[in-house]
């Protein structure tokens, strides 16, 4: 059986080109004892893979030159010989950026029993979910009725994190860019504030005024002139939950950091990096699932998907990470 | 009585001039009930003062222009109108810049009945060697063993900070300038940097070789390029106490911070600013005096002194703090 997939041969200078991915195929060989081998039926892409493109240990090894890249992807058993799997199930795995995965049995999970679409597991029950509730509740400790601010707040981790803090009676500022995503936001309950044409200095402007009081938590996912607006308006005490910095992430030149720095120390404030996959994050999965898991199932979280039709588009979907291009979990559908 | 102060007639831009500060006099009234009249015998400076000059409230309210400076000040009591002092006393307040001060009794604090220079209480075992303390164990957490950076590691509060890892046998490395001060660290048992004629990438490397694992706990005083240098060498898990920002304090423009603040996310780190004066720090102090108190009393504890002579001096002494004129606490002996 052949597979598909996209990998890519050098390492990119800045945000890549569409053709700067290989679509290539191989012969699967047999299934060694204890692998199994997915059709895959929907990918993830998201902003952390453009780190993993670089060549360089961050905190995830890089993808290797010439091999197919990797990401989460939901999938159907098509045969197994790891008895916990049998053709028919429905899984979820990182051999993503493919049409076939064929993989050892123990990097499979089955997916949950909660009554949802199976792509949900990418996002809202996924990895973007536990982001946005992890972020909010462990790493920034939000409590009942604080004021939040959250960065690409439409994105697939901030349009949740922006309704978790909601559904704490919490007031909820987001900042997103085309007008669709800021009405969208709006009709959840959450300040919409736009960054397009703004520098920091007006970004925290237009903070303030959405937002008077100030932020005791920033759910981070953008850095550059967001945090800089941000930091202008933490209040005493406040929480940076940094999950992402997706400003940098195409940089060919290291940028300068916010210049106000020293408001951290001066309000007494924290800033915080978490990777969710690391033990002492994901071990809390099951705890995520049994509460956020109903909210779902009951249509209670509005979340969004951005989908794109056909392995070939994977790319095109990945891209549009950087560009703005999605509302929600971006995803890719075989 | 007459009563001789220091005073700033307007707000200072980048680093005020040594005519900048003016000596002027007034008649002290009669004392009021609750009142006390002080002798100063110590003043302390220190680099937070400069923020109090800029005449905009941070964490303190900003200095009034024409009226005596504040600061820490251990005195003698002359006369009183308060109960619980009486002449002779020793005391410690916050009127300091001034020979003598005339205070509410509930401004001030008896020194603590343990066998040390009165001096002490302005350094090692008051404000500064409480920063150090709070910075080191109750902000980031320090743990025996770890591998500790202190930036202005021979100045009044990382002086202190190195020897107090020291004793929890600890790792430590400190970032200095004079060859006397390196010295002075090595003496310790300390791994001494030194940041001059340096820029971020080369002090980068010299903390690497200074200690090749990177840092659990970097104790920042400075900003700037030993911040940036210091998040290029955090280990995963790191905390940052952020005590002090000193490098900006003076600046005229912002000046932008660290390009590699993505290192807080690539190593799950956490970096948080404190205020000493702040309730829920001061409140140890009882806890601070009776852990480190017994150590400064039997000497085990090497804390050094600059001591500027005379209240004229007194500016001289502040504006030493920012040309890293001082090794240990800065003192103006009356």
Redesign the interface.
Known sequence: MESRYFTIHSHPQGLPSRDFFALESQALPELAADEVRVQNLWLSVDPYMRGRMDGVT??VPPFNLGEPLEGAAIGEVLESRDERFTPGDRVVHMGGWRDVAQLPGDSLQALPDIDVPPQAFLGVLGMPGMTAWTGLNRIAQLKEGEHVLVSAASGAVGSLAVQLAKAKGCHVVGIAGAPEKLEWLESLGVSAVSYRGKDAQQLSADLKAASPDGFDVYYENV?GDC?EAALDNIRVGARIA????ID?YNAET??????????????????????IL?AQNWEHYPEFLQEIGPLVARGELDYRETVEEGLERTPDAFLKLFEGGNTGKMLVRL
């Open positions: 961050t905190y850095g945090l940094v999950c992402g910095l940098s290291p940028t300068p950091g916010p210049s106000n720095l020293s408001r951290l120390l001066i309000r007494r404030a924290r800033m915080e990096g978490f990777i690391d």
